[in-house]
Every structure is written in structure tokens, then in C-alpha cells.
């Protein structure tokens, strides 16, 4: 111990505090705890017991619910009807399908679908015959046969009792659960069969018994034992199965000459029993080891309480000796006396903090973009809590707003460096100009070097809204020009008062930006100002039209929708005779057939295309072409969704294959596949379930992990080899993650 220590005032206050606070309790609470153990302990451990079996059945009835909940969905998926499952194109899609409905639950082993009086069995793995299936799956009490009947006539939940599978020349202990298919009903025509280790159901009843003696098991609602769980106790099956009819609760019983306490519970949702059975003896057994430990303890009270207050006190005041020494510049000259373990805790949660820390701050602004993409998507503000908002330093607070889009396209900045491009980044999370009275967001598309805005501002009734918004407009252009060189493209939506109509703006932003004059990159187009012919009376708006158009190609229904009750009711007008409200109607429906062409979904819609225009009345029109409008947002999002996934595989496999690359980032991989890094890092992590940074971690390392037990390199060779420039930083990630260093890893597996 430190001399110091016995310097400091503050040291012997906390000596004093902790022996008066250690002595005086231990006194008293010794004498309490013996004279209350005897009377409460007993009760204790099976209240305990009692609520550790309450839990467990909740556990394992939620589970069972999962699969109840799998098998209907099985039941109603298209892709697992009879006519799919043999069809010999789309098989692979209901083998996909199952695989997907086995990872929904992670107490399925194996899942198979069989049909009523059908030779084949499918599964997650591929389809077999019943008689493949058989040999695959070899059960040693239970004959194929008995399982084919079962899988053809049962028609309400089985569950077999664990039994041995010969599988892939292993044996493996396991329950089989059969669900009908589709559940609850009389008819069944099909049958969900689950293979669950029993590993994954005695896993939740391993810690019911802790330190006791006993065995825990569980019973169906046909007195069979599904599992159990033997601590040192054995006993008879027969005395077993007469504690089944035990009523639920805590129970004393003799079996076998000893008195043992019973503690069941019973499922409502199917009937099982939970139950323990343990020794009595061992309750007072432990009384007397608490008695010897009391008297023991009041034996040495004094000594061992005055040790401990000296070693609380020394640890009470290190980290204040720790603050001191770095307030005074002195904290060098401690560096060596301060390492020992004493400090390690505070260390670690000093690590732990800085490494939570620095993973907020680099998934905030990618969380931030996401937020404002949805506003973009949907519009509205009013839904989100106003924590988010304040987390985010969100403050919508302007009467009026737009957005902008802006991009470079082909005139893309591409000698803008990756500080350069974080630097503009950063610039535009927000914007202020106070002389304009308006503020506002930036926000990463999909595309690279493409961004929107969401622009806020004050109305001036001395000044025009549309010079306002030209003003501010060309003021964001000026600030993006002090980064880059290259002029951009920009497009403008219309202002709007509502939050609701953001996502409005948004599209005419878009579609003004896409409008805009090829091989002018500098352009700034506005959607209220858009070019277009001579309109007569009798035909709808071209900018109405092609705001529906660009509506369509990002799937917002919200305001494709409105777009096409804005057109029928030009359709409204008294004068209009039915053969031109006819003919008018045909430029709504070319629109959407023209954007469904663009967008590769034009045969499917082909057919409904005739009912529409003959619509006995404009309402059956309207909800006629709502419908079809709905149907190509549909398929644009569907589309959108698998481009999304095929765009992510490929994302997965390349950083699957450069991992070991120094230079690889979140930035580089963006920029590799054209889309924004933003986009990369919420997708990557919605694709792995991880994020970008830990994924590459373990990816370099298992490759480390591997190459210290395969090759005699170097340490420092193989972590430069995996792309990972800091080899002192590595060791200590490394040790962090595995316990030990890579030098001892490598003695431990060689």
C-alpha cells in the first residue's frame, strides 16, 4: 500500500466509514439470518423453484407457439401448396421457403412438410422419399411405419418423447413434434414434422436445480417424460409417473424411504408438466453450513472487517489518487504504481465506455439519414417520438418547406478525395442561412453523389415565394461549389405548408431533376416551371402527369393516388361529353401504362387495361385505375426489394473476398458499387445483422485465428497480411475478444 495513503485525510474517513459500516451490520445481520434460515430457507428454494418452472413453461410454450404459428403460416403459403412442391420448376422455391420458416425459430433442427398419402417428404434440405427419409432419419424406438401413420392420420399436435436418431452417422437425441396442417381444422391434408435436440429444451431446465441434488423433467399430457435433467438423484420411472398426478403446486412426498420435495406446474396452452424433485435432507444440510459459516464469521468479525475496510478504503480512494494525480500533472510519475489490478475494472469500463461511445458516433449520422430517407419515402414527422428528433438534432420548425435533389450524374467529382467528400458530408447534415430565414437537412440517396434537401423557411410578405425559394436555392449551390469544382445538377419541388406533403415535394424534386436539360449539368430546374406545350381546356396538366409518372417509379401510392384524383376531377366538369371524358381518360391510362413499360411491368397489367377505360362511371374509373396504380407500386417495391438483396449479396461476397485489403472501408465499398455509403451501412447491417466494421473484425480474426494454426508466419506478418495496419492494436482486440493473446492462442491449438 501506498504511504500516501495514510497522508490523506480523505483515505481514513473511508477506513472509519467502512468499518463502522461492515462491523455493526455483520453483527447483527449473522445473529437475524441464523434464527430465520431454518424457518425460511426450505420455502425459499422451492418458491424459487416454483417460479424457475413458471418461467421455463413459459419458455418452452412460447417456443411451441412458434412452431403452432410456423406451421399455419406453412399452411397458407403459396409457395408450399401441393401443386408447387412437385412442380419441377418451382420446387426449389418451397425448399427455399422452408429453409426460411426453420430459421424463424431457433429450436428447429430440421423441418420437413409431408402431404396426406404422397411417397415424397420435403425439408429444408431438399426433398427425399418416405423410404430415403427412413434411413435418413432412424429412429431407435420408433418404426418407420408408426411415423408414416402418424404423419397421415393425426389430426391435432403430437409430440414424440426424446429418442435416439441415427443421423449422418451420428446419433442424436431429439423430440419430434408433428403439427397438422392447416391447424385446428377437422380435415387436415398435410403434416408440419419438427426434429428439435433436446439439447435445445434441457438447455432451459439445466439451471432449475443450481448446487442441489434432484432431477427436473417434463411430462406430456400422456404421462410420457419428453426430457429430464438427473443431478445426482435417480429414480424409479413408476414412482415417477404416480408424481404426475400430483396437482400442481409444492408437494412433500417419501420415494424410496426419503422425504423429497415436489414442485410442479402445469401448462394450460398444452398440458405439460413441469416438475422437481429433490431431496429434503439437503435443505438442512445447508442450514448447518450456513450455522458454521455464522459462527465463524462472528469469530473473526473484527480482524477480517478491519482487513476489508482497509482494502474497500484503498479501492474507494484510487480512482479519486487516479483524478488527482492527472489534475496535477502528475499522473506520469504514478503511471507504474497505478497498473496494478486494482485499476482493471475501471479500465474496462473505461474501454467499454469509448467503445460504445465511438460506435454511437459512427452509426448516428447513417442512422440520421435513414430517418430522413423515410420522412422523404412517407412524409409525415407526426408519428415520430420527440426523443428521436432531439437525439438527432432535428428541429422542423419553419412554416414552409421543399426539397431539392442534386447530383453530378455523368460530371460526377470524382477527384474529390474520401476527407473532401466527409468534409462536404458533414457540411450538409444542416444548413443555415439566417439573412434567408430558412435551415435545412441533407440526406444521401441510394444513388452516389446524389443528395436531397428538405428546406425550411419563414414567408416575407414584402418578398415572393418563388424568390425566396430561388434565393436559397442558389445559395446552397454556392455553398456546394467552395467543395467542388463541378457544377451540380439540381432539381425543385413545390413548397408545401404540411409535413404530410414532403414526401410530394420530393417527387416533383425528382422528377425535375431527371427532366432537366441533358448535357447541362449546372441546371437548376423547377417543377412548377417545367416546359411543356400549350394545354387546352379539355386535357389534363402535363406536370400533373408527370408527377404521377415519377410518383410510380419510387412506389409512392400516397401520392400516385392523389395524382389520379387530381386528374379525374378535370374530368368532372359539366360540359365534357362522355366520348371525350373518354378520350381524356385515355392520357391517366397511358401514363401508367408507359411508366409500367418503363419500368418492365407492363404484360401483367395488360389485361386489366380494356376495363378500365370502360368504366360505367368516373368513380368505378377512379377506384379502377387506383387499383392499377396500386399494382405497379406494388411491383416496384417488390423489384426494388430483390435488387436490394441481389445488390447486397454482391456487396456481402465482395467484402467476403477483399477483407484482407487495408484500404477497404464502408466508403470505398460504396463508391466500388455506385450507391451511397449510408445506404451500404443501414442495408449491410439489415443483410448480416451486424455492422460493417465488426463484420470485416471477424472476418480478419478468423482468417488470423486460422493462420496461427495452419502456417509458422510471424504474428506481424500475418496481421498485415489480413489488412490490419496495427499490430498492437490487434493483439489487444484480439486478447479482448478470444482471452488470451495470439501467441498463446497459437501454443493452445498447436
Sequence with gaps: MKRSYFKSRL?????????????????????????????????????????????????????????????????????LTPYWVHHPYFSSEAIKALDQYKAASSIIDEIFLYFHQDDKIYSSSGMYSFDVFANLFRYENRKKEAIYRDLNHIEKPTIYPSDQINRKYAKHSMLTYLVPITPGSTHPHGTIMYLIKESAVTGLINSILGNYQGLTLIFDNNRNILTSNFQGEAIDESDLRLLYELPPGIHSRVIADTRHSVVSVRSENNGWTYMTIMPSAQFFSTVFHIQSLVAILFAVAVAVGAAISVLMARMQYEPVSTLTALATHTIRGSEKEASGDSGSEWDRIRA?????????????????????????????????????????????????????????????????????????????????????????????????????????????????????????VEAVRENLLEFVDAAPRIGVGTCYPSPDQWNQSYIEAYTAFEMSVPGNPAAVTYFDQLPHPAEHVYWIPNQLLMKLSQSLKQGSFEVASEMIRSAVRFLHAP??????????????????LKTAAELGSQHSLHDQAPGVVFSPSLEELERNLLKLASDICDQVVAKQRQQEQSLMDRIVDYVDRHFTDHMLSLESVAF???????????????????????????????????RLIATDDPLKDIIAQVGYLDAPNFIRKFKKAIGCTPGQYRKMHT
Design 575 to 592: 360540359d365534357y361529353s362522355p366520348m371525350l371524358k373518354r378520350c381524356i381518360s385515355f392520357d391517366i391510362l397511358n401514363t401508367l
Design 352 to 472: 467499454a465506455l469509448q467503445e460504445y461511445s465511438s460506435r454511437v458516433d459512427l452509426q448516428e449520422p447513417y442512422a440520421r439519414n435513414h430517418l430522413l430517407s423515410l420522412l422523404l419515402k412517407y412524409g409525415s414527422i407526426r408519428h415520430l417520438p420527440g426523443e428521436l428528433l432531439t437525439a438527432f438534432d432535428l428541429r422542423f420548425d419553419h412554416p414552409l418547406h421543399f426539397v431539392m435533389v442534386i447530383g453530378w450524374g455523368e460530371h460526377r467529382p470524382s477527384h474529390v478525395n474520401m476527407p473532401e467528400r466527409h468534409e462536404m458530408m458533414q457540411m450538409m447534415t444542416r444548413i443555415e442561412f439566417p439573412e434567408l430565414a430558412a435551415a435545412g437537412y441533407g440526406v444521401e440517396l441510394t444513388q452516389i453523389d446524389q443528395v436531397a434537401f428538405i428546406i425550411g423557411f419563414h414567408p416575407d410578405p414584402s418578398q415572393d415565394e418563388r424568390v425566396r425559394m430561388r434565393n436559397i
Design 672 to 706: 466500388a458499387f455506385s450507391v451511397s455509403p449510408s445506404h451500404v451501412s443501414r442495408s449491410f447491417k439489415e443483410k448480416t445483422g451486424v455492422n460493417f466494421s465488426q463484420y470485416v473484425w471477424q472476418k480478419r480474426l478468423d482468417e488470423v485465428k486460422r
Design 11 to 79: 483515505f481514513w474517513k473511508y477506513f472509519g466509514s467502512y468499518l463502522f459500516i461492515l462491523l455493526i451490520p455483520l453483527i447483527f445481520m449473522t445473529v437475524v439470518i441464523y434464527e430465520s434460515a431454518v424457518k425460511n430457507l426450505r420455502a425459499q428454494i422451492e418458491r424459487s423453484h416454483l417460479d424457475q418452472l413458471t418461467q421455463t413453461k413459459e419458455m418452452v410454450d412460447g417456443r411451441m407457439k412458434e412452431l403452432h404459428d410456423i406451421a399455419s403460416r406453412i399452411s397458407y403459403d403459396n409457395r
